[in-house]
C-alpha cells in the first residue's frame, strides 16, 4: 500500500512525526511525505523536521505565500500532478490547513481515498478558515480519525456515516510524549523564574488595530506580576509595526519563533499560557499547565471539560481566569496516551485500500 502523507505548516509537522514513525514499522506500507511549502521559513518549518526527527520531505512543492485562494489553487494543481505521477492509493491530511483542504480535494477528484486526522472539530465559526477547511476536508473523506467523541456528534449531525468514523486519540499528543524527556535550556537561557507564555497570531486578534492595542495594554499589566515570554508570530510582529506599535512592547520579552523542543520545555514551566492557538490548549492539557484561549470558541471543547483550558474574550476575564489559576481540576483525555499512530495505521491496515479507490480517475 503507498501512502502520501501531506504536510504544509507548523501543526501538521508535530502530527504527522509519530505517524511516519509507526509507517516505519510496517514493510507492508511505502510511503512519500509531500511539504506543499505553505510554512517555509526555518523558524516556521525547517527547525521542526530536525526537532521532531522527521525525514527530508520525498517532494518539497515550494509553494510558499500568497493570498489564501491563489495558496490552495496552486496546491491543488501541483498535488494533482504529484498524484498521477505516484498513484497512491492513499493521500493522509493532518489539521485544518490550506494544505490539508487542498491536498484532499485534488486527491478526491482523482478517485483517492483520503484519511483525515483530526477529524470532527467543530468551532461552529465559519469566519475563520480553518473552521471551513475542516468541514470540507471531512466531507471528502472516507478514514475520518478522531481526537475526542465530541467529533463523532460533529461528523454524524453532518450526515457523515458512523462507519467512517474512528476514534484513534490524538496524535500530537503522541509527539509531546515521546519528546518530555529532550528538555532544552530555554528557560535558563532567557533567565525566566515565574513566566507565562504568549502566542497570538489569528486574524481576530492581531488583524484590527483596535483590538490588538487593546491586548498589547492587557499584556502590559500582565507583565507586571508575571513576566510575560512571548515567541512572536510572523503575522503579529508584521502587524505591530504596520500599525507602530513597536512602544507598547517594550517591557515584555519578545523572542522569534521558537522550535518544537525549546516550545515544550518553554511550555513546561510557565505559569500559564494565553494563546490563540488550537493545538497548545491540547499540550498544555496533558501537561497539566493553565491555558486561556483569547477565543469566542474552541474546536477542542474536551480542553475544557477535561483539560485545563478557559476562553477569555476581555481584560476582566483574563485575569478573573489568572486570580483562579489552580483551582480547576483537570484530567488527561480518553486515548490521550502515545499510541493514537499505532491506532491510525492499525485502522489503515485492517481496512485496507484497494488501489486508487473505487472510482479511480488515474492513468
Known amino acids: 500500500m503507498k501512502i502520501i502523507c501531506v504536510v504544509g505548516a507548523r501543526p501538521n509537522f508535530i502530527k504527522i512525526a509519530p505517524i511516519i514513525a509507526e509507517i516505519k514499522n510496517h514493510p507492508e506500507l511505502e510511503y512519500?511525505?509531500?511539504?506543499?511549502?505553505?510554512?517555509?521559513?526555518?523558524?516556521?518549518?525547517?527547525?521542526?523536521?530536525?526537532?521532531?526527527k522527521i525525514p527530508k520531505p520525498d517532494i518539497n512543492m515550494s509553494i510558499n505565500s500568497g493570498s489564501q485562494t491563489s495558496q490552495i489553487a496552486k496546491?491543488?494543481?501541483?498535488?494533482?500532478?504529484?498524484?498521477?505521477?505516484?498513484?497512491?492509493?492513499?493521500?493522509?491530511v493532518v489539521g485544518d490547513v490550506n494544505s490539508t483542504l487542498a491536498c484532499a480535494f485534488s486527491a478526491n477528484r482523482l478517485g483517492i481515498k483520503v484519511a483525515h486526522v483530526e477529524a470532527g472539530l467543530?468551532?461552529?465559526?465559519?469566519?475563520?478558515?480553518?473552521?471551513?477547511?475542516?468541514?470540507?476536508?471531512?466531507q471528502i473523506s472516507n478514514y475520518l480519525l478522531i481526537t475526542e467523541e465530541s467529533a463523532r456528534n460533529n461528523l454524524i449531525k453532518e450526515g457523515i456515516s458512523d462507519d467512517k468514523i474512528y476514534f484513534v486519540g490524538n496524535v500530537m499528543i503522541d509527539s509531546l510524549i515521546s519528546n518530555l524527556e529532550r528538555q532544552t535550556d530555554i528557560i535558563s537561557r532567557l533567565d525566566l523564574v515565574k513566566y507565562c507564555v504568549v502566542t497570538l497570531h489569528r486574524p481576530s486578534n492581531v488583524d484590527d488595530k483596535l483590538k490588538l492595542i487593546e491586548i498589547l495594554d492587557i499584556l502590559?499589566?500582565?507583565?507586571?506580576?508575571?513576566n510575560i515570554v512571548w515567541p512572536i508570530h510572523p503575522r503579529t510582529k508584521k502587524n505591530i509595526a504596520k500599525f507602530g506599535l513597536e512602544d507598547k512592547l517594550k517591557t515584555i520579552k519578545i523572542i522569534d519563533p521558537l522550535g518544537y523542543l525549546d516550545f515544550i520545555t518553554l511550555t513546561g514551566g510557565a505559569q500559564f499560557l494565553l494563546t490563540d492557538s488550537g493545538g497548545i490548549q491540547e499540550e498544555t492539557t496533558y501537561l497539566g499547565v493553565p491555558c486561556l484561549t483569547m477565543r469566542q470558541n474552541t474546536e477542542r471543547p474536551i480542553t475544557i471539560e477535561e483539560g485545563t483550558n478557559v476562553l477569555v474574550n476581555s481584560e476582566e476575564e483574563i485575569f478573573f481566569a489568572i486570580d483562579n489559576?489552580?483551582?480547576?481540576?483537570?484530567?488527561?483525555?480518553?486515548?490521550?496516551?502515545?499510541?493514537?499512530?499505532?491506532?491510525?495505521?492499525?485502522?489503515?491496515?485492517?481496512?485496507?485500500?484497494?488501489?486508487?479507490?473505487?472510482?479511480?480517475?488515474?492513468?
Not at 122 to 138: A, F, I, K, Q, T
Open 220 to 226: 502590559t499589566k500582565i507583565n507586571q506580576t508575571t
Open 32 to 52: 512519500l511525505l509531500v511539504h506543499t511549502g505553505q510554512h517555509y521559513d526555518d523558524k516556521m518549518s525547517d527547525v521542526f523536521f530536525t526537532d521532531l
Open 122 to 138: 467543530r468551532s461552529y465559526d465559519r469566519s475563520m478558515p480553518e473552521e471551513v477547511n475542516r468541514v470540507l476536508v471531512d
Open 325 to 363: 489559576i489552580g483551582r480547576k481540576k483537570n484530567t488527561i483525555p480518553k486515548y490521550w496516551d502515545g499510541k493514537s499512530a499505532k491506532r491510525i495505521i492499525d485502522v489503515i491496515l485492517k481496512q485496507g485500500v484497494d488501489k486508487g479507490g473505487e472510482n479511480a480517475t488515474l492513468p
Open 75 to 92: 496546491i491543488m494543481i501541483e498535488f494533482e500532478n504529484i498524484c498521477r505521477q505516484e498513484k497512491p492509493d492513499l493521500v493522509l
